[in-house]
């Protein structure tokens, strides 16, 4: 590696720890009531949403209150998406004509853009119309991201409070997720990106010849305001076809560094957000140096494996299926980056990387997500491993578990693992299903352990919500478009339900003032049980399958074999 790559990699997680507080404090005024600079102007517009939507912002809910509200919300997200898709022909705002979409290929698209997945099994440029893109996947983009902060905010103020029945109001907190937080980003990160020369235009494609002689169609379109939410809001989904490799999403070096910053910042502050709004930064830091180990040390794996000299390719840096002007280290931390947040957007094909670091990628996403994870859902989902871990720790001590003066008992730890089975399950069982059946096996590019991890990255990517993708599988086909939405839906909302039933639970128990009995939650020692639950848990339920796909591909290319 040169020693700019290294300075680049020093610079973004430098910023990272410099950022995160001052963003994540700047989001627990916002959902704690406090004023910000922004309150001035965004609170009249506040308030004549709540108006105009009949929403009575000081009324609060319980937890199912929330959770149907949440429920509700997304399955009118869902249906107009779908709609979007089925009648985009007849719509405004298509310059080039498309047609509708497939019935199943819009459910797919329309589960997965709901639920934060942002899976793609078509190519943007050539099958949606701009009206689509921007009415249905745009707006799916900001509001499925205010969805999981949302979810994190309410199971923060479930440990917060000292006792009582409610955990906030979910319209409120989606509105101001997205009024005071995503949507100003956006609009900034926008801006800056046009300025590096991330197209932004409703014109039709252009029709121009080559330096070869050929006629080729260049592709326009409203990209740089999609492209901002969806790194900022962990969505993924790009414009184009080949997200952001594509020259028109990210052009320049230093798009490339906002887009792939873009994608941590965010989860990266909740975590002090989660600290202010419980009462005690320290927690919040404790869970981002949980986070910052474990990115550490898979990005260090990928980056080892990509650099060393491969006998079948006769090179020591494997450009195959990267951008020259990225290189290596830029491709690997943008995949570990984009893999480790549920983003799932590429600046590389994931398909071509290095066995080992191929199966860092899906490991990221086999952790249940909670390393950052999505905006929102990394924090949530860190947490059920944190009612495990204190469980644990409570039988160590031989006491009644505690966290942060509430009581962890039997219904939260089952709770906390139905969140952190059911993904699990959908990965496992989809994969077996998968190579058992002719329809999961005809649409593979590749044999041996390389086919088996196309299937089985195909269903981590669909239960963690990442979307991203080993590109050798044809997935637009009628097995994988339903399961895979069922493994997107399982994924998502197998794991915001019990978070919220247990956000239920905690804010109505008494609090128990720590005593010299106390497991302490803010320390070194819970970093290391806390790290080891989580490698525990991916280890046993996933090493199997990893064995048959990266491991023994790494092994076999070793010896000269490749598939």
Known sequence: ?????????????????????????????????????????????????????????????????YA???????????????????????LPLNPQGVTGTSVLL????????????????????????????MVGLGVQNFVSAATGIAVMVALARGIARKQGTSVGNFWVDLTRSTLYILLPLSLLLAIILISQGVVQSFGSYVQTTTLEGRSQMIPLGAAASQIAIKQLGTNGGGFFGVNSAHPFENPTPFSNFLQVFSILMLPAALTYTYGKIVGSVKQGWTLFAAMLVVLLIVLGVSLWSETQYNSVLQTAHQMEGKEQRFGVANSMLWGMTTTVASNGSVNAMHDSFSPLAGGMAMLNMMLGEVI??????????????VVITVFIAGLMVGRTPEYLGKKIEAFEVQMAMVAILAPSAVILIGT????????????????????????????????GNNGSAFGGLTVDTPFYNIALSLGMLIGRFGVILPALAIAGSLVGKKYTPPSLGTF????????????????????????????????????????????
């Open 520 to 563: 302490p939650t803010d320390k070194p020692l819970f970093v290391v049980l806390l790290l080891a639950v989580i490698g525990i848990v991916g280890a046993l339920t996933f090493f199997p399958a990893l064995s048959l796909g990266p491991i023994v591909e790494h092994l076999l290319m070793n010896s000269g074999k490749i598939f």
């Open 106 to 133: 819009a459910l797919n698209t329309a589960v997965s853009f709901m639920t934060n997945t942002n899976w793609q099994a078509y190519s943007g440029e050539a099958a949606l119309s701009y009206l689509t893109q």
């Open 432 to 463: 077996m299903i998968a190579v058992l059946i002719p329809q999961g096996l005809s649409s593979l590019n590749n044999q041996g352990p390389h086919g088996f991890s196309e299937i089985l990255y195909a269903f981590t990517s669909a239960a």
């Open 1 to 65: 590696m040169q020693t700019t790559e290294l300075l680049q990699i020093a610079l973004y997680f430098g910023l990272l720890i410099i950022l995160t507080p001052l963003i994540g404090g700047f989001m627990a005024k916002i959902f704690t009531g406090e004023k910000t600079w922004l309150t001035p102007v965004l609170t009249p517009v506040e308030g004549f949403i709540y108006k105009l939507s009949g929403v009575d912002d000081r009324e609060e809910m319980s937890w199912k209150q």
């Open 372 to 385: 950052f994870g999505g905006v929102g859902a990394g924090m949530y989902g860190m947490l059920m491993f």
């Open 68 to 90: 149907c509200a949440l429920l509700v919300f997304n399955l009118l997200g869902f249906l107009a998406v779908f709609i979007l898709m089925l009648t985009q022909a007849a």
